[in-house]
Structures are given as structure tokens and as C-alpha cells.
């Protein structure tokens, strides 16, 4: 007679402070998005957005991004402006290893999502990869109330901000202002399908979701 199977060891958890160490790895590596994005968000933002109930609409919710096919559009188009946004600034498109613990994608799959349209954020709102524009996004993203921890970062980022580009204060604190009042007017960006529009002109998707002039 054959013995019983021995029930199969669970997997080992991946906790918060597996996913710090992850990140701290990456970052000493230099690798700021993808993995090291949910990893970081997994730590310093340990909360569900504001959207997560609008969110389960999103399929998928982190879709994979042909980037081929996006250097390809107009540059007018979303897609098209989007792709140029990276390669001019040198920044890689978002993407998760395959082999990126579960556990951590099952608490952060949201945040995943926002690590992937931020850098659409930035086109969408006009706004560079520097200084003045990550406080225009930061702001818009205060505005658009996504989290409450966002607020707890905000002391921090109105000291951290203006000195790391002392002379452009000024700007930092206008784009600031300006990204939190569209956020304010607009609904929850993070819950629609922004990848949906990446054909159509990017002056139509700003006007149609209010993001015009």
C-alpha cells in the first residue's frame, strides 16, 4: 500500500522587511523602476489607494507595454508623446520580473499600477522628469487624494524638494500648486484605462479628461 503524499511545504513569506532589503539592493544597483518601484511602494506605502474598489474594472491592471509599437505612433499621439518622454530622459518603461514574489504583487499590485502610469502622469500633466515637475505630480496626486500616507510625505517633500534645486524654488512650489488644483477637479486617474488612449492625439486626451491649456 502506498504511503500518503507529505502535504506540500508552504512557500516562504516575503515580508515588508524582505521587500526594504530588495529595494535597498536595487537601489545600489541603480535600478530605480520596475521591481525596486513595487518594492518600494510595498514598504512606504503600505495602504490601499483611495480606487482600489474601481480598480478591479482594470484588465489587466498592469498591462505589458509594446514599446516598439508606442516609438512608432506620431509623436502627437499619447502613446507616441509617452515613448518620447522615456528615451529622451533615458528612462526604462515599467516592468515586473517574472519571477517577483507573489505575496509582494498581491499587496501592491495597486501600487504597481501607479509605478506604471506615473511616468503618463508626467506627459498628461506637462510636466519634466526634474525637480519642479515630480512636485507637479506629487501635487496632483495629493489632489487627486489617492492615499492618506501621501499627506504624511508631504512635510518632507515641501522641505526635501526646494533644496534639491534651490534656484528653481519658485517653479517647484508653482508646479506643486498647479498639479494639486488639477487634481482637485479631476477624477481618480488612477482607475482608468490610460493605456486605452495612446492612439488618439495627446491634446484630445487632456481636454476629455480636463487637462487642457
Do not use: C
Amino acid at each position: 500500500m502506498s504511503q500518503p503524499l507529505a502535504p506540500a511545504a508552504a512557500a516562504p513569506t516575503f515580508t515588508r522587511l524582505d521587500s526594504f532589503r530588495a529595494f535597498r539592493r536595487l537601489v545600489r544597483a541603480g535600478t530605480l523602476n520596475g521591481d525596486a518601484a513595487v518594492y518600494k511602494a510595498d514598504v512606504f506605502t503600505p495602504t490601499k489607494p483611495r480606487s482600489a474598489e474601481a480598480m478591479r474594472v482594470l484588465d489587466p491592471l498592469i498591462p505589458s507595454l509594446d514599446m516598439d509599437a508606442l516609438r512608432a505612433m506620431p509623436a502627437d499621439t499619447f502613446g507616441g508623446a509617452y515613448a518620447r518622454f522615456l528615451d529622451d530622459n533615458a528612462l526604462e518603461p515599467f516592468v515586473v520580473s517574472e519571477d517577483f514574489p507573489a505575496a509582494v504583487l498581491e499587496r501592491s499590485s495597486h501600487w504597481a499600477r501607479y509605478a506604471l502610469v506615473h511616468d503618463m502622469y508626467h506627459v498628461l500633466l506637462g510636466y519634466g522628469p526634474d525637480v519642479p515637475g515630480e512636485a507637479g505630480v506629487f501635487g496632483f496626486v495629493l489632489g487627486q487624494r489617492l492615499a492618506w500616507i501621501f499627506w504624511l510625505y508631504a512635510p518632507l517633500a515641501l522641505v526635501a524638494l526646494p533644496l534639491m534645486a534651490p534656484r528653481r524654488v519658485g517653479e517647484t512650489f508653482r508646479a506643486l500648486a498647479r498639479g494639486f488644483r488639477l487634481g482637485r477637479a479631476l477624477d481618480d486617474l488612477l482607475a482608468m484605462p490610460l493605456e486605452r488612449h495612446f492612439e488618439r492625439p495627446l491634446d484630445e486626451v487632456r481636454a476629455e479628461l480636463g487637462l487642457a491649456g
